[in-house]
């Protein structure tokens, strides 16, 4: 996991990241944070209503491979 403070961003999108990441940043105003969950075996949800301009609230989610 990554928390990226200032991200590169065109057109309000971050890039310079790579794809096979899920990267989750606000959808108000110009993006000046950025959560990046680099774990498959976590599902991430971003709460949206507690996330702005300068937050990313993630929520995190092990999941659990039984063998």
Do not use: W
């Not at 991200?7 to 944070?33: D, E, L, Q």
């Amino acid at each position: 996991m990554a928390f990226i403070q200032e991200p590169y961003a065109a057109h309000n999108k971050v890039v310079g990241i790579t794809k096979m990441y899920r990267t989750f940043t606000s959808s108000v105003g110009r993006c000046r944070t950025a959560t990046e969950v680099t774990n498959k075996r976590t599902e991430a949800l971003l709460i949206k209503e507690a996330t702005d301009k300068d937050t990313v609230v993630v929520e995190l989610i092990p999941i659990c491979i039984h063998s």
